[in-house]
């Protein structure tokens, strides 16, 4: 969906990216490592850093959405934005779904009056099912693209806009 207004993009945490593959309105863009960090005068603003060391990676790929259909090439330097509410739902979702199963299957299990051995079984099983809960709910977030980046706008060659 197109919007004709700049409302969606507010409230973002934004990253730079340059574009490795082109697919229909789907961009492929390349997150390289955070090596330069220290030299760079909006380190301080930029989320570089953060997200390559969650990957653990020196380069990451990403899909992202073009919605505003901005002209871009490959090798381009682009901004992707993700909704900070995205963002913080999906931390939270990521570590209290399975731990609130865990506690539960813990906390039943122990009101039930079971040995010891039964409830650390009943843990165990509480945790799995609540990855597998985790994993259900992520892969429906995927096909409504709830936790994709979008394409904001295009950056210089060094991935800083106007707004840094």
């Not at 700049?6 to 340059?18: G, K, L, P, R």
């Not at 229909?24 to 989320?47: F, L, P, T």
């Not at 899909?63 to 509410?85: C, E, S």
Request: proline share 2%; glycine share 4%.
């Amino acid at each position: 969906m197109v919007q004709n207004d700049t409302s969606f993009v507010e409230d973002m945490i934004e990253q730079s990216a340059q574009v490795a593959a082109i697919e229909d309105h789907q961009i492929w863009v390349e997150v390289s490592d955070s090596r330069n960090c220290n030299h760079c005068s909006a380190k301080g603003s930029c989320n570089q850093y953060i997200i390559n060391r969650a990957s653990n990676r020196k380069r990451s790929y990403i899909l992202a959405v073009n919605p505003t259909k901005i002209f871009i090439r490959l090798q381009d330097m682009v901004v992707l934005g993700m909704p900070r509410n995205a963002l913080l739902k999906a931390s939270a979702l990521t570590y209290l779904v399975p731990l609130l199963a865990l506690m539960t299957a813990v906390s039943g299990t122990s009101l039930l009056g079971w040995n010891e051995g039964l409830v650390i079984v009943a843990a165990l099983l509480g945790l799995a099912l609540g990855f597998i809960m985790l994993r259900w709910y992520s892969s429906q977030a995927v096909q409504k693209s709830t936790f994709q980046p979008i394409i904001l706008r295009k950056a210089d060659k060094t991935g800083h806009t106007a707004n840094q």
